[in-house]
């Protein structure tokens, strides 16, 4: 269970974080 979490965790940081790059790049 939390390595489960902790992948699911790890995927939507890497998700939140192309998200931000993405929406600052002007």
Known sequence: MTGR???A???A???HTD???F???D
């Open 5 to 7: 979490l902790g992948t």
């Open 9 to 11: 965790l790890q995927s």
């Open 13 to 15: 940081c890497a998700i």
């Open 19 to 21: 998200f931000l790059a």
């Open 23 to 25: 929406y600052q790049t």
